[in-house]
């Protein structure tokens, strides 16, 4: 039986696009993210909601974004749309790796220093004239990267600059690290997780991370989140692997084994169906 890719995920749509462009602008979005659906984003987003409202989860801790909201998420990390109104329209930036990873180079003092806040604070609300001027930014920055030229990597990276510069004129940062957000345990471990899952999927391997015992780290896990350390680990596993098994026809069960790190697809179908009920190939028909 041929399988017909179907619900493809919004952004895994323009895969190829954005990863030969390195940044999309899209405008009136809808469809994402796809909701009821634990999804995993796998580009960073910058957003700018229009109107409507969306209530979602942002690693695992919940987000209202309303009309004149500007948020930034990082690609990797698990969202849940709960309930988005008729409404909802919003405008999107969709960066590949390789585009966030130089922009990272070119402004390392600035993630190096307020990369906890952003991540703490990933929802931003504009007052009408914030909203006015980053739009227009949104329509300058979707106007150069329609452009060609030995120039038009370096103007998408200027004005995309120039945003993030913009958010934080609109919502300055303390300087104060005393006032500063410090994030938890599991805001780490949750980081941790997206950068490592293929290599480990045991806790005590993200313990000696954070030098505590795997007993005393998966105690301040269950404290800080109400899940334990290994079923967090298992859930973002589980979502990578349902993504792969939907949305990549093109890979068979043994290639996604692979891509997930297990040893054998024997084992890879074994920890699928204990998690999920289903073998791989089940869930995949």
Sequence with gaps: MELQQ????????????????????????????????????????????????????YGMKPVTFQAHDFCMLKGGHVLKANKLSADYRARLIIMSDEFVSEFRQLNVNHFNAHSNYYLSHPSLHLSDEQYRQMTEAFN?????????????KKMILNVFHTII?????????????????????????KDAIVEHYIQSREVGFYARMFCLSPKYFSTLIKQETGFSASELIDRYVVLQAKAMLRHRLDLTIQQISDELGFTEQASFSRYF?????????EYRQ
């Design 165 to 189: 510069m913009m958010r934080f004129e609109f919502s300055p940062i303390p300087d104060d690290p005393s006032t500063s957000p410090r994030l938890l345990l599991s805001e780490h471990f």
């Design 273 to 281: 169906k204990k998690q999920t009920g289903l073998s791989p190939t």
């Design 140 to 152: 300058l920055l979707k106007t150069v990267s329609t452009l060609g030229g030995i120039c038009r």
């Design 6 to 57: 179907t619900n493809l995920h919004p952004l895994l749509r323009i895969r190829e696009l954005v990863e030969r462009e390195g940044l999309v602008v899209l405008d009136d979005v809808t469809d994402m993210p796809i909701q009821g659906e634990d999804s995993i984003s796998p580009f960073a987003v910058v957003a700018l909601c229009n109107q409507g409202v969306l209530h979602t989860e």
